[in-house]
């Protein structure tokens, strides 16, 4: 399964490191769910699951597992590159 994430909540700070919670869907569903970022996490690394997040143009941007500048943290990737677009989503 792969998920889409629409939506981001920051604690304690405005970096990806802050993301603390976030909002998704499958896209074969209407349904809105959300999870704590570390279980989403847990859910990429333990269990193979993949995450994307559209950029201003619709593009889906894989969502990756970094562990730099503290605990770990989500960040979408571009031509393999770290970007902002979780950042750029609408918060919650």
Known sequence: MAIVI?????DGGDRHEHIAHVW???PGED???DNPVDQIVAWI?????KAY???PDGTR???VVVAEDGPKHLRTEADGRLTDDLLALPRR
Not at 6 to 10: D, I, K
């Open 45 to 49: 690394e333990e269990r193979g699951g």
């Open 53 to 55: 997040a559209a950029d």
């Open 61 to 63: 941007l894989p969502v």
């Open 31 to 33: 349904e809105i769910r």
């Open 6 to 10: 629409t939506a981001v909540r920051l």
């Open 24 to 26: 998704w869907n499958d």
